[in-house]
């Protein structure tokens, strides 16, 4: 079937350009001998996170239990969950997974270590846990290497965990100040006789410089796989690397200057509008996706020579890819123009 | 089971406000005379759509063939779909729902009619198409009153098809342009002897004034089930009318001022920042949620007296409740602090 007899909006993923991208991270990695844990949260397809690993990698993220629970069932028996998990019911699911599977967690705080201590403190083995440190991404994690050091040891003393390492999410551009915050961690931690098995480092934006954060023991990029407007943004790629683009129909041309498509907040999300409009339009350049409602998406043609008229089926390279493919029940796996197989996404929807 | 008890992040339903809502915008129906056609796209769930049909809207509207068929499955038989429908495959779809219920469309361009028309040629009873028109909320539909009399004239003259009336969704804010436009539109096309049976207006930010519209026949409002962040700002009711919340967990407390929930973009969406933050939390009303990534809500507590410690679970009113529907798979009724019932969200994840 050719693409472009999906009925749209649709969903395509370039198995070509997919392959290359992980190619090209995986040869950088081997180069530098940086070892990468991709994130699945991106494509949320098994059959890639298996990609994944046969290229080389050590192991996936997820970011929600039901990640991990998916990725499990597809036979993946090595996950990091980079995320505080609290409460009975999800402590019980977590439990359920260290039965099937090595899986990891992280803690930024004693109320969550405690936590994880009351599930774990009868189970056959400890569970592994990792340090969340905020290194400047302002998110969730620990804010000083001492503190990091004191969650250590109480991690090192609470009953059915182990003491795993650190983990961070640095800002994007912030990969020296993550490393130098690391490894003043890593000291002391270290100094106060406690072994760091494992530095964690994340993000795709920085990919490039994952090497220069030398204690970091592996790194967890995710958006790679697809990358999208915003990480070409970032200058990690370009706009021919992209491998998700979303496929829309002009569905009216309500003025010279006006074109309205059928995907909108729905298909492409609201994500990063700070980029100029809300996705690239191939062939169209200086067409602006000026706004969005749910089903609708108005393009702004003022800057454009030539035009779409109704009924042609345009390709968008969303802002950003990982957020499209959790609207997307399903995806079409295309080679050039041809949908090779349409797949449901796995690891979609999955909140907790 | 407790509302407090599910695993976060979750939706629960309000089904008293619920009630409330629909009742209240019935009365005003009926009080002035206005025929409701609620659109389901903000709940998706065949249970409310009958709900609103058994307090007396005469139909439902949809925006997907996909909501019309899960909908149809669920015995409803009166259905618009105010939406340009283009390609062979979509029209097929189309015209087996004629075959099971009233289905009527519109369109705003010859080239939409003609496709219409060849679908339609052959069949027993003509499609009624309506003509949607721009009456200032710049997305779809005919520029002036004079291209409506045009493109009915078109439609009236196309083998299969039935000219049926207008169709408009008006600026927030422009019903009364809106309502001077349509009744322009109408005293042009009948005054050359095309009869229009029906007018739609739609929206819930002017819900309240629908009655101003008098040539119009119908009117579509969605949001008002649920209301949100982003109605409560137009004035349609009040933070305690809202009916959907998300249910969400503290997961850190970085620093004093900094608290992190388990619901970012993928539960909330991206949608309405401009509201200040992406959602109201219930008993914090200084907090303001000021960022947030896939799984990550970060709220700043500067302003706050009291904050939330890590386990809180807090209940947030989201800035558009319709999206957050696209992005749960199930949804919690709750009666007070219960669940009722967990349901799933039948016409979800819709595209097509």
């Known amino acids: 079937m050719r693409a472009l007899d999906l009925e749209t909006p649709a969903v395509l993923i370039d198995l070509e350009r997919v392959e290359a991208n992980l190619k090209r991270t995986q040869d950088y990695a081997d180069a530098h001998g940086v070892r990468l844990r991709p994130h699945i949260k991106t494509h949320k397809l098994p059959r890639f996170a298996k990609r994944q690993l046969e290229l080389g990698a050590i192991g996936i993220t997820v970011q929600k239990l039901g990640e991990a629970e998916v990725m499990a069932d597809a036979g993946i028996s090595d996950i990091f969950l980079p995320y505080n998990i609290i409460g009975a019911s999800k402590l019980k699911r977590l439990r359920a997974l260290t039965q099937r599977i090595t899986i990891r967690v992280t ?49 090192d003393k609470a009953a059915g965990l182990s003491f795993a390492g650190l983990m961070t999410y640095p800002a994007a551009g912030g990969y020296a100040e993550a490393a130098q915050w690391l490894a003043t961690a890593k000291t002391l931690i270290e100094d106060a006789g406690l072994p760091l098995r494992i530095i964690s480092n994340g993000g795709t934006p920085d ?4 090497h220069a954060n030398t204690v970091a023991t592996e790194h967890r990029p995710g958006t790679y796989i697809y990358l999208d407007r915003m990480q070409v943004n970032f200058g990690m790629g370009t706009l021919e690397d992209c491998a998700l683009t979303v496929l829309a129909t002009v569905v009216s041309r309500p003025t010279e200057t006006r074109a309205v498509i059928d995907a909108g907040s729905k298909a492409l999300s609201s994500d990063a509008p700070g980029l100029g409009g809300y996705g690239y339009i191939i ?15 108005v393009i702004d043609l003022t800057k454009c020579d030539t035009k779409p008229a109704i009924g042609d089926v345009l390709r968008i390279i969303p802002n950003h890819a990982c957020v499209v493919s959790n609207l997307f ?24």
């Open 107 to 155: 803690a930024d705080s004693s109320q969550v270590v405690d936590g994880l201590s009351q599930a774990f403190a009868d189970a056959d083995k400890p569970l592994d846990v990792l340090i969340e440190c905020d290194t400047g991404g302002s998110r969730c994690g620990v804010q000083t290497p001492e503190a990091a050091l004191e969650l250590a040891q109480h991690i």
């Open 207 to 210: 990919l490039w410089n994952a």
């Open 283 to 297: 062939g169209y350049p200086e067409a602006e996706i000026s706004t969005l409602s749910e089903e609708h998406g």
């Open 329 to 352: 029940n399903e995806v079409n796996l295309v080679s050039g123009d041809q949908v090779v197989e349409t797949v449901p996404v796995a690891a979609r929807g999955k909140l907790t």
